[in-house]
């Protein structure tokens, strides 16, 4: 079982920028790869950034693939998207996932553990 925790989440203008965390607990976090997912409102959940066990690979979203960085710290257990260049269409509530897939997987049903969210919002 791993537990996740996110934080970092806040209201900011376009333009800025924002550093969400997303600190594990329980089971080794650093046997599985980790992601981030957001869902705006009456939109389902979709694919944001996903890093490989070991931060040795990382995939992005095409929309966010320019302005947005997954990183990993498995020291801290603690998984970070930075995120630059924010529009107001980058607000959502923002999900870290936790996958025990070793192959990339951009969908909700490939990753076993969820935290509860951060809610961003992006003013123009």
């Known amino acids: 079982q791993v537990q996740l925790h996110e934080s970092g989440g806040g209201l900011v203008q376009a333009g800025d920028s924002l550093r969400l965390s997303c600190a594990a607990s329980?089971?080794?976090?650093?046997?599985?790869?980790m992601g981030w997912f957001r869902q705006a409102p009456g939109k389902e959940r979709e694919f944001v950034a996903r890093?490989?066990?070991?931060?040795?690979?990382?995939y992005l979203a095409d929309s966010v693939k320019d302005r947005f960085t997954i990183s990993r710290d498995d020291a801290k257990s603690t998984v970070y998207l930075q995120m630059n260049s924010l529009k107001p269409e980058d607000t959502a509530v923002y999900y870290c996932?936790?996958?025990?897939?070793?192959?990339?997987?951009?969908?909700?049903?490939?990753?076993?553990?969820w935290g509860q969210g951060t809610q961003v919002t992006v003013s123009s």
């Open positions: 996932a936790a996958s025990s897939r070793v192959v990339v997987v951009t969908e909700v049903h490939g990753y076993d553990y």
């Open positions: 329980g089971r080794t976090s650093s046997s599985y790869a």
């Open positions: 890093i490989s066990r070991m931060g040795a690979n990382t």
